[in-house]
């Protein structure tokens, strides 16, 4: 159960910091 919620987490920080990353090339174009 808690290895399932680490992984669950550590995906949903994958896709923040891709977002985050994208935001930041866009604005900075």
């Not at 992984?7 to 900075?28: A, E, G, I, K, P």
């Amino acid at each position: 159960m808690a290895e399932e919620k680490f992984h669950y987490y550590l995906d949903l920080n994958d896709r923040y910091v891709y977002f985050m990353s994208r935001l930041m090339l866009s604005t900075l174009r």
